[in-house]
């Protein structure tokens, strides 16, 4: 039977990517992101570029709805597809200082980053957790093959600065709830892994393209690509927590000392950059 990877967010940038590297290991995928023509576009192009027959299903479906993940869950039931791997991925980010922001806005991106990202980890959790039971007893090497739950989160939990109070709070949640969920299901077959990548090139920082492409040609901002070969390569390597590029490990007390030396001017910076 077909084993499915499901990515939220999987119509582009890391979501994207992370489904086609998913698919080059062989999973057919589930993709769901609000906008169905994107969900066309990024079929499309994983079909063209892939060249090969894969299995890939869409669901448009907007994951800040409060019943989006029970409904996401539903869904793969009645359709009879096995999760193998689930990718938390949609995420909602903006620049905004916590004081300006409207009531909608704020709950959106609570919803999105985190309940909505908490109660696919449940459901999703459960059963992996009772069907790799259940396969323990008929045949205890398929118990062997864990399923996954990737979650992204974000380098800056180790920026908690002005401007970025809501979206650095819900990943730091992340992380924090992916690592303890990790150890509640380790026993259970089911892999849990939080991924932090710092700057990646895509639509979701809203840099205008002047910055976007000075960003890219500096190194600063990542590739996808590059983004998701790493993450993916140290998922299935069951890693708990993973920074994509090993020069960010260093980087973390510098990052986190500019916090705290240089709050005003880094807001001032920061505010031009994403005003530019
Ligand atoms: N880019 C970075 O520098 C960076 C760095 C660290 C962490 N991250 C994290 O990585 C994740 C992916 O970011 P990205 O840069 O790849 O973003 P992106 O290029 O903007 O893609 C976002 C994806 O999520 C979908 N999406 C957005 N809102 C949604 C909603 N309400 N319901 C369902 N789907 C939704 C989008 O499709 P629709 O618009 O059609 O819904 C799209 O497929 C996010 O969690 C982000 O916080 C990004």
């Known amino acids: 039977m077909n084993k499915y990877a499901l990515i939220t967010g999987g119509s582009a940038g890391i979501g994207l990517a992370v489904a086609r590297e998913l698919a080059l290991r062989g999973y057919g995928l589930v993709l769901v992101a609000r906008s169905e023509e994107k969900l066309a576009l990024a079929r499309e192009s994983l079909m063209r570029d892939l060249n090969k027959e894969i299995d890939i299903l869409t669901l448009p479906l907007d994951l800040t709805r409060e019943d989006a993940a029970q409904t996401l869950f539903d869904w793969t039931q ?36 985190i309940l909505t990202l908490t109660r696919l980890c449940q459901l999703f959790g459960a059963e992996m957790a009772e069907r790799k039971l259940a396969a323990g007893r008929v045949n205890p090497v398929e118990k062997a093959e864990p399923a996954y739950i990737l979650n992204i989160s974000s380098y800056s939990v180790y920026m908690p600065w002005a401007g970025w109070s809501l979206y650095s709070a819900s990943k730091a949640y992340v992380k924090k709830f992916s690592m303890a969920l990790a150890r509640e299901l380790r026993s259970r077959a089911v892999v849990v892994s939080c991924a932090a ?80």
């Open 197 to 276: 990548p710092a700057g990646v090139a895509t639509s979701l920082l809203g840099l205008p393209g002047k910055l976007a492409r000075l960003g890219r040609r500096c190194g600063i901002l990542m590739r996808p690509q590059t983004c998701a070969r790493r993450i993916v390569r140290a998922l299935f390597r069951q890693r708990e927590y993973i920074i994509p590029g090993w020069y960010y490990w260093p980087l973390i007390p510098i990052v986190k000392c500019i916090g705290w030396c240089f709050p005003q001017k880094l807001h001032r910076l920061l505010t031009k950059i994403f005003s530019a």
């Open 78 to 113: 009645q359709q009879g597809l096995i999760v193998e791997v689930l990718v938390n991925n949609a995420g909602m980010y903006f620049f905004e200082e916590a004081i300006v922001l409207d009531a909608a806005k704020t709950q959106a991106l609570i919803r999105l980053n």
